[in-house]
């Protein structure tokens, strides 16, 4: 699906007064904003899919209006995180004059502790040297892994996830929008899956309406199917060693889940070939034995417990 098509990017809120809960964040950024002069650097935690990110594209549309795309600069996780990055992107678009329309230019750093100490460290020079031009927002998970002294001159965010009331809510204004039956065990489900995170939530309930409505079952099905990477960290603690484990990580994806028995098989066949282990070609024996087994009637789980003790005595 293209992105354009997809219901996060097509309800993302583009006004502060549009986002979802995190009442006294946008409270206390509406203030700040006023004079815009008086805007401290911005630092946004929290865990994801709460609208960090979401925020800060609207604070640099409020304050720049339609000059807003030429004077933001938006680093995120697809862009390399080194001191090559800050030399290149970040000193380079913080230098360059010529803004008589805007008060500053805004820098959007995504993910920024992500960010190597030494790119930090340039970076913080940086800050300092564009102080009169330049205004940062850096949107990071885990604020400690952020140097000291760019932590110490930012005004600190911390972003909540997001509450059943509020999540179901907004789930029902898109799905009425979209034309999508929703009833209430359908998007209770949904929010159980999505802990809190709005981006997951979203997606889980787009994927659920093209199956038809928003049902408690559909979003079973569907959240199965979504739990791909799930299956990922199966294989993976497998193959080092841990049976138990990986047992109950995959009893839960199935029972909990609703994912099926086969579709398990073929998911981690395919996570296999991602994996690019060096024992491909026995693991893809061990997985095509048990497939055959359960295809001629076998009991699939008292299989699929075999096929992963198999795969855990596999050597490195
Ligand atoms: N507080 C929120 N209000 C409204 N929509 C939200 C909110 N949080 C997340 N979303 C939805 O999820 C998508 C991703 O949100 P984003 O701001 O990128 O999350 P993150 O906190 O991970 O940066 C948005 O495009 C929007 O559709
Ligand atoms: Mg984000």
């Not at 995959?250 to 579709?263: F, Q, T």
Request: aromatic share 6%.
């Amino acid at each position: 699906m293209s992105s354009t098509g997809m219901w996060v990017e097509k309800y993302r809120p583009t006004k502060l007064s549009e986002v979802v809960n995190q009442t006294e964040i946008i409270g206390s950024l509406e203030a700040l904003i006023k004079d815009p002069a008086d805007m401290p650097h911005l630092m946004f935690s929290g865990s994801a899919g709460v609208g960090k990110t979401t925020t800060a594209l609207c604070i640099s549309r409020q304050i720049l209006g339609e000059h807003a795309k030429n004077y933001t600069l938006e680093l995120n996780a697809s862009d390399e995180r080194g001191i090559g990055m800050v030399r290149e992107k970040v000193k380079k678009f913080s230098r360059f004059a010529g803004m008589d329309e805007v008060p500053f230019k805004i820098i959007i750093l995504d993910e920024a502790d992500e960010m190597t100490s030494d790119a930090q460290t340039a970076l913080r020079r940086i800050i300092e040297d564009t102080a009169k031009i330049c205004r940062f927002i850096f949107i990071a998970n885990n604020i400690s892994k952020i140097i000291d002294p760019i932590q110490s001159r930012c005004a600190t965010f911390r972003f909540t996830s997001i509450p059943e009331e509020d999540v179901i809510s907004r789930l029902s204004e898109i799905a009425k929008k979209e034309k999508v039956k929703a009833d209430k065990k359908g998007l209770k489900a949904v929010y159980d899956y999505s802990d809190g995170d709005l981006r997951h939530a979203i997606n889980l309930m787009q994927a659920t309406a093209s199956l038809g409505g928003v049902t408690q079952e559909n979003v079973k099905a569907s959240a199965g199917l979504t739990k791909t990477s799930d299956v990922d960290t199966v294989l993976k603690t497998a193959l080092s060693g841990k049976v138990t484990e990986a047992r109950e990580q995959m009893i839960e994806l199935i029972k909990v889940y609703g994912m099926s028995e086969s579709d398990f098989l073929k998911y981690i066949n395919s996570a296999v070939f991602k994996s690019k282990h060096e024992k491909l070609a026995e693991i893809l024996e061990v997985i095509a034995k048990y497939d055959y087994r359960i295809l001629v009637g076998a009991n699939s789980e008292i299989q699929l417990s075999a096929m992963l003790a198999e795969l855990a005595s596999i050597e490195n």
